[in-house]
């Protein structure tokens, strides 16, 4: 276990989920994954449903997605969860998703063994970064949400486009300059 000092971080995810959610957490037992060398963002991650992560992004600013259907009932596969408890991931902190991680496909990931983040865990981050900065992420490119898959086995995405940030899909086996996946590490 890293033995830095995270108490201000998670004082300041309690804010976080009270201003947004209206719920208390309590993070003082949450498991702290190592700090990985670089440029790294600590996200909590709360049981919050899909749905009203999407209702809280459209809330705060334009948001499309590509279907009305329940995105909790047709994302059946998620990588992490927080169902069973709330939990701690580090991300890549920058606006784009990983540079080094574009032309990757959700198989490719896979294979490779590579963390990434769940869709619930990108719209965390986005709230957040939001919240922080009143700004979004990915303006240029997609965040290729590999750690989840919908009921097809199609891969969520998440994105920045025309004014709104869209959810939406792509094939796992697609792989483009734009379409990236975010490390996460767990």
């Known amino acids: 276990f890293d033995t830095e000092d995270y108490s201000e971080i998670l004082a300041d995810w309690q804010i976080?989920?009270?201003?947004?959610?209206?719920?208390?957490y309590d993070f003082?037992?949450?498991?702290?994954?190592?700090?990985?060398?670089?440029?790294?963002?600590?996200?909590?991650?709360?049981?919050?449903?899909?749905e009203i992560l999407y209702a809280k992004c459209k809330e705060?600013?334009?948001?499309?997605?590509?279907?009305?259907?329940d995105l909790d009932k047709i994302v059946t596969e998620?990588?992490?969860?927080?169902?069973?408890g709330q939990y701690a991931i580090w991300v890549v902190d920058?606006?784009?998703?990983d540079e080094n991680l574009k032309n990757h496909s959700a198989n490719d990931i896979k294979k490779q063994g590579i963390?990434?983040?769940?869709?619930?865990?990108?719209?965390i981050h986005e709230l957040k970064f939001f919240d922080e900065?009143?700004?979004?992420?990915?303006i240029k490119n997609i965040t290729l949400c590999?750690?989840?898959?919908?009921?097809?086995?199609?891969?969520?995405?998440?994105?920045?486009?025309?004014?709104?940030?869209?959810?939406?899909?792509?094939?796992?086996?697609?792989?483009?300059?734009?379409?990236?996946?975010r490390q996460a590490v767990s």
């Open 16 to 24: 976080f989920y009270k201003k947004l959610f209206w719920s208390d």
């Open 28 to 50: 003082s037992n949450i498991r702290i994954p190592e700090r990985p060398q670089g440029n790294w963002r600590l996200l909590i991650i709360a049981d919050i449903t899909l």
């Open 60 to 69: 705060l600013f334009p948001c499309w997605r590509w279907t009305d259907d």
């Open 78 to 84: 998620n990588e992490r969860d927080a169902k069973n």
């Open 94 to 97: 920058t606006i784009e998703a």
């Open 115 to 123: 963390k990434t983040e769940t869709l619930a865990e990108r719209l």
């Open 133 to 138: 900065a009143g700004k979004n992420l990915d």
């Open 146 to 181: 590999a750690g989840s898959l919908y009921f097809d086995g199609n891969v969520p995405v998440v994105c920045w486009s025309v004014g709104e940030m869209g959810v939406n899909w792509y094939d796992s086996g697609d792989a483009y300059n734009i379409l990236r996946p």
